[in-house]
């Protein structure tokens, strides 16, 4: 009985020391990864350092952030702090996509325009994914959010 014991307890050190470490990739990588798959990945800005904490949600939640700005498109990239609070950096971002649409509606009521609406209506329907500590935004055309997002997805695999 004891030799099974000390046998199962080996096997299980063993599988244990085996097991495949999940390897994090860097901002910078997920970034990249996301942008390749776009066809519009020339029209887009990389926003300052303090956008995210200006608009976002406070640096404390924040780790790293990559922020891209275009022509009525957005794309965000946030790896949170480890002692984040997931559910308060979703809000907060949620919050923000909110704020945008209602700013842009706003708008689209003054100065009606196929443009306007169809970013209200980017706004109005943005991806936003989360893995891990990281979460992603998505501002952009139906067709380009859902490769962005397969992209968002398989690079933290």
Do not use: H, W
């Not at 500590?133 to 859902?146: F, G, H, M, T």
């Amino acid at each position: 009985m004891k030799r099974l014991l000390f046998t199962m307890i080996a096997l299980s050190l063993l599988f244990s020391a085996c097991e495949r470490k999940a390897n994090t990739p860097d901002i910078t990588t997920v970034t990249n990864k996301v942008l390749s798959v776009l066809d519009s990945k020339d029209e887009f800005t990389l926003a300052d350092d303090d956008f995210a904490e200006n608009n976002l949600m406070s640096d404390d939640l924040i780790d790293d952030c990559k922020i891209y700005i275009g022509e009525g498109k957005e794309i965000g990239i946030l790896k949170l702090e480890k002692d984040a609070n997931q559910t308060a950096a979703e809000r907060s971002l949620m919050e923000y996509l909110t704020n945008e649409a209602s700013a842009i509606s706003s708008l689209v009521t003054l100065y009606p325009s196929e443009a306007l609406t169809e970013k209200l209506g980017r706004y109005q329907n943005a991806t936003v994914v989360q893995k891990g500590r990281y979460i992603c935004y998505l501002v952009l055309p139906e067709a380009e959010a859902a490769k962005a997002k397969d992209a968002f997805l398989k690079v933290l695999s």
